[in-house]
């Protein structure tokens, strides 16, 4: 039997989808080692790998088949476009890409005026103001503290993930619009469903148990 991959998005989700994982027989007690550096970590009694990557590359991998499957968030999986399935919503981590500012920019925002919109997410942002709302805007790429665009004057409003929403508050910003929910997802490469549909099916169906359980 051939080793089954499966990629996780590294950080807090990782974590999460190990619980789900070890909930449904499939540990891996290598990965628990904080001090490791190792990148694959291997259970040998069922074949599976894991590793972890840098969330926006866990599609890639996915795509290409170095990964049959993989745990990543639902923003990650719009922004980057990926041919593969998304086959369960694990609903944890669930928040919302929202268009957010100052409130007095509501007015501008709907009246359609030229506004620059600061993201970590520009193929979002792209596809909601130009292909939704079929809305001319300038869209400025950012890696991080998104918040920080509108409030030093680079753009009237950002695209970017609201959980608690206390970031926006503590810096008197809000939310304008909301683009869509987002929450941790499975998704398979569209081969390996074919190829090892058997295993992968299985996984799928006993991880759905295991949240319907909660
Ligand atoms: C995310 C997001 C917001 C914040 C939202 O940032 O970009 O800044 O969390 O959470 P809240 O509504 O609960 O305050 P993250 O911490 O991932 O880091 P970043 O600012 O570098 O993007």
């Known amino acids: 039997m051939r080793y ?14 190990m619980k789900i994982f070890e909930r449904i027989g499939i540990s891996c007690d290598e990965m628990k080692d904080k001090d490791t550096r190792k990148l694959i970590f291997t259970n040998e009694e069922h074949k599976i790998r894991f590793f ?3 969330p926006s590359d866990v599609p890639t991998f996915v795509e290409y088949g170095a990964a049959d499957m993989g745990i990543v968030g639902k923003d990650t999986i719009l922004e980057e476009g990926r041919k593969l399935f998304e086959v369960l919503d694990l609903k944890m981590g669930q928040c919302k890409m929202c268009v957010c500012g100052p409130s007095s920019v509501g007015k501008k925002l709907k009246s359609h005026e030229l506004i620059r919109v600061a993201t970590k997410y520009p193929g979002i942002a792209t596809d909601y103001f130009f292909n939704k709302k079929r809305q001319t805007v ?22 970017d993930i609201v959980e608690t929403g206390a970031t926006l508050k503590e810096n008197g910003l809000e939310v304008l619009e909301e683009i869509v929910p987002l929450s941790a997802r499975m998704i398979v490469n569209q081969v390996s469903m074919k190829m090892e549909n058997d295993r992968i099916s299985r996984i799928i169906r006993e991880v759905r148990t295991i949240l319907e359980e909660g």
């Open 4 to 17: 089954l991959t499966i990629a996780l998005a590294k950080g807090r989700l990782a974590k999460e989808a």
């Open 52 to 54: 972890l990557s840098k």
């Open 138 to 159: 300038e869209i400025i790429k950012l890696n991080g503290s998104v918040e920080l665009a509108p409030l030093v004057g680079l753009s009237e409003v950002i695209v």
